[in-house]
């Protein structure tokens, strides 16, 4: 190791480049350029195929070495000949590089084995998935990282452009960006790293946590102005989601219209009978399922129109012409659907300002990973894909509720899964009709969603995501037309809370589980 290092920050002159990348797009362009600049270029396998049947001259980086790319093509560019060229430092190596008959490898262009999408294959096992492991990749890419005092490295073929206006400079390329790229391949690598361990590790919460993301897109703002923000995704990540949605039309998605959406989408997963899911500000405030998707929407859009206006409508059937003049009446930000009929698309043309999102086929919920940050870290939890069965659930009341309003627990259950604690919903015929949502006080919630019922309260049933500390609630709902009440239990006055149920007349069923979403 070398006692105070420095780092070369002049100009340097590109002479022999090594290119050998995964990923070939703009790979011909590149190589006809370098070589029209006089530029040597090393290359292996795949990328020298490409760029001599284009027309453009290499050197194998076999023929350099003088030794083979064996073992199907594990070993090919670990050598010290390889390695020398990119690590060494002009101004203190040059005799090592003479004695060994290294040359100067000035230029590395190199990514990698797309790792992300071998392991999403449906077929992928361990051992695919280790063949797909790049080992010489990551080691040219992170030494000439290194040594980015003399070298320049390329990871991404979206650069080639800006490469391309240095080298027109006397074939030199700036510090600036030298360190550029050298910042660009150290995430590279990382990202690949991550993305393998991840995979490897075996339990999502291992001692080491680890998390890589690609950008997605730029946001004009956060969640207010001040705030700076984008979207990032699951680097080879393929599945129907928000951020992988066909957008029809509309202004880019921001923060705030994401996280909407991926509310109301997640609710939609709850559902495999043709559902609607109205959200504003990360709540369900409408929520209806059925048989006729025109009558659904109109169901979920009338459970709360003052808080659907500006919202976001997601449907988790096919959106045609029918449901589309029907949601053309009122103000919203984004209709999502798994599809859109051309009658459909074409009356929401008309809305410019309006996003159409295509999701594709809706799946129901799988065990991931939410992650929060905390001052000085995150905290890590898995989704919570719970359902709660008919059998699971305990009548704890003399009264006992009907099969029907049993069939309309379930649904309510699903969807309070969705709603900011302190979470209240009262539902009735598979339809929300009061959502209290994120209250300190639970007897708050109950007081909003009553209020946010109006005459929709009349045989209904309410669902509590927690239990009742106090009998308070269950007093406060004894004339308004209550049913029954769904909720956890667990309270030490869970008897106080029984009794007052009893006394008015009104069914109490225990589901065992609670279901908080802070």
């Not at 284009?54 to 790319?69: L, N």
């Not at 957008?247 to 998605?253: F, R, Y």
């Not at 979470?423 to 006080?441: C, E, H, P, R």
Request: charged share 25%.
């Amino acid at each position: 190791m070398l006692e105070n290092p420095t780092i070369n920050k002049e100009n340097v002159k590109i002479k022999r480049a090594l290119v050998s990348v995964f990923d070939k797009t703009g790979l011909v362009e590149l190589g006809h350029s370098l070589e029209g600049l006089g530029i040597e270029i090393l290359s292996t396998g795949g990328s020298a195929k490409t760029l001599r049947d284009s027309g453009v001259s290499v050197t194998d980086v076999s023929d350099y070495t003088k030794f083979p790319e064996i073992m199907d093509g594990r070993v090919k560019t670990i050598n010290p000949l390889v390695e020398g060229g990119i690590l060494g430092l002009r101004d203190k190596h040059n005799k090592d590089a003479e004695d060994n008959n290294i040359k100067w490898i000035d230029l590395v262009v190199c990514n990698l084995y797309p790792f992300s999408e071998t392991i999403n294959k449906d077929d992928c096992d361990l051992a695919m998935a280790l063949e797909n492991v790049d080992i010489g990749g990551p080691t040219m890419i992170r030494s000439a990282a290194k040594n980015v005092g003399w070298v320049t490295v390329v990871v991404d073929p979206s650069d080639y452009p800006a490469l391309a206006k240095d080298l027109s400079n006397d074939n030199s390329i700036r510090y600036e960006t030298r360190e550029m790229f050298s910042a660009k391949a150290f995430g590279h690598t990382a990202q690949y790293d991550v993305i393998i361990h991840n995979y490897m590790k075996g339990t999502p919460l291992s001692d080491e946590f680890s998390l890589t993301y690609e950008k997605h897109s730029e946001m004009r703002y956060g969640e207010n102005p001040h705030q700076a923000a984008a979207a990032y995704k699951i680097s080879g990540d393929s599945s129907n989601s928000v951020l992988n949605a066909k957008i029809h039309q509309g202004k880019k998605l921001s923060y705030n219209n994401i996280m909407d959406a991926d509310a109301a989408f997640s609710c939609l997963k709850e559902f495999e009978e043709t559902a609607c899911v109205i959200v504003k500000h990360a709540n369900p405030c409408g929520v209806s399922k059925g048989e006729n998707m025109l009558e659904v929407y109109k169901q979920a859009f009338n459970a709360d129109s003052l808080s659907a206006f500006g919202g976001v409508i997601a449907m988790n059937k096919q959106c045609d012409e029918l449901v589309a003049k029907e949601i053309s009446k009122v103000f919203v930000e984004i209709v999502l659907a798994p599809s859109f009929t051309k009658e459909a698309l074409e009356i929401f043309s008309t809305k410019k300002n309006l996003r159409v999102l295509e999701v594709g086929n809706i799946k129901p919920r799988e065990k991931l990973l939410e992650v929060r940050n905390v001052v000085g870290g995150i905290i890590v939890q898995e989704t919570d894909t719970s359902v709660i069965q008919k059998q699971d659930l305990k009548t704890v009341t003399t009264a006992k509720p009907s099969d029907s309003e049993v069939e309309t627990m379930l649904f309510g259950w699903k969807v309070l899964k969705h709603i900011k604690s302190n979470g209240i919903l009262i539902v009735k015929d598979n339809t929300t009709v009061g959502v209290g949502a994120g209250q300190v006080s639970r007897v708050d919630s109950v007081d909003i969603a009553m209020k946010k019922s109006g005459k929709n309260i009349q045989g209904s049933i309410l669902c509590s995501d927690a239990f009742f500390p106090f009998r308070d609630s269950i007093d406060k709902i004894s004339n308004s037309g209550i049913k029954a009440v769904l909720q956890p239990g667990g309270s030490v006055r869970d008897d106080e809370v029984i009794e007052a149920c009893n006394e008015h007349g009104i069914a109490m069923v225990f589901t065992g589980q609670r279901c908080f979403k802070h």
